[in-house]
């Protein structure tokens, strides 16, 4: 990132204290300081992307990356809720990015294949995987992390409103298909989609 002119690099992330060796990680891979808001229970996008917000508001960052889903629940909603939050433009599922003074230009990818996009700083970009090889992290740069700033809050300390939580009723597994029938040639097919009342 420093040679996308940042000053400083700030990873943060919510959940229990054990995300405390994710953000270890990421200070070992250069980052340089670490902020983890604790919270017990299911963490929704929502309340996450309030977290980021209130963060937002102390730190002041030009660029905000984000992955573009989460591994539990697979929403894909935190990066795009942030922005709004923030009325911020975003780039979402980018897989290359380029950092000018003032525009982000980022590589998306989009079901036809891949657009382009520009979006004035400061921006919210969701990450795909192929965005970065991440660092290999060697032991005097995790050494080193242990000495780097790690702060540790509550979601009480940021004033941040939790929303009413989502609540999984009820699911059931979907009715069992019967199985295909194979048809001669065209004219047996049209009869049997006709005998079926779809033609």
Same mark, same amino acid.
């Given at each position: 990132?420093?040679?996308?002119?940042?000053? &400083?690099?700030? %990873?943060?992330? @919510? /959940?229990?204290?054990?995300?405390?060796?994710?953000?270890?990680?990421?200070?070992?891979?250069?980052?340089? #300081?670490?902020?983890? *808001? &604790?919270?017990?229970?299911?963490?929704?996008?929502?309340? @996450?992307? #309030? @977290?980021?917000?209130?963060?937002?508001? #102390?730190?002041?960052?030009?660029?905000?990356?984000?992955?573009?889903?989460?591994?539990?629940?697979?929403?894909?909603?935190?990066?795009?809720?942030?922005?709004?939050?923030?009325?911020?433009?975003?780039?979402?599922?980018?897989? !290359?990015?380029?950092?000018?003074?003032?525009?982000?230009?980022?590589? #998306? &990818?989009?079901?036809? /294949?891949?657009?382009?996009?520009? *979006?004035?700083?400061?921006? %919210?970009?969701?990450?795909?995987?192929?965005?970065? &090889?991440?660092?290999?992290?060697?032991?005097?740069?995790?050494?080193?992390? =242990?000495?780097?700033?790690? $702060? *540790?809050? =509550?979601?009480?300390?940021? !004033?941040?409103?939790?929303?009413?939580?989502?609540?999984?009723?009820?699911? $059931?597994?979907?009715? !069992?298909?019967?199985?295909?029938? =194979?048809? =001669?040639?065209?004219?047996?097919? %049209?009869?049997?989609?006709?005998?079926?009342?779809?033609?």
């Amino acid at each position: 990132m420093a040679a996308c002119g940042a000053e &400083e690099v700030v %990873v943060a992330t @919510v /959940g229990p204290a054990d995300c405390q060796q994710q953000l270890r990680t990421a200070l070992a891979m250069g980052a340089d #300081r670490a902020i983890l *808001v &604790e919270t017990g229970g299911a963490v929704q996008p929502l309340l @996450v992307a #309030r @977290v980021f917000a209130a963060i937002q508001a #102390r730190e002041q960052a030009g660029l905000i990356l984000l992955g573009k889903q989460a591994i539990d629940d697979d929403c894909n909603q935190t990066g795009q809720m942030l922005a709004a939050l923030l009325d911020r433009p975003q780039a979402t599922f980018t897989s !290359k990015l380029e950092i000018t003074a003032q525009q982000a230009r980022a590589v #998306r &990818e989009v079901d036809a /294949g891949l657009e382009t996009i520009e *979006v004035d700083l400061p921006a %919210v970009i969701t990450v795909d995987l192929r965005l970065n &090889e991440p660092r290999f992290v060697k032991m005097p740069d995790i050494m080193k992390a =242990k000495r780097k700033p790690l $702060e *540790v809050l =509550k979601t009480d300390a940021l !004033k941040v409103e939790a929303p009413t939580a989502l609540q999984t009723v009820a699911y $059931e597994t979907p009715p !069992k298909r019967s199985a295909g029938a =194979k048809v =001669k040639d065209v004219q047996e097919l %049209v009869a049997a989609l006709k005998q079926r009342g779809i033609l």
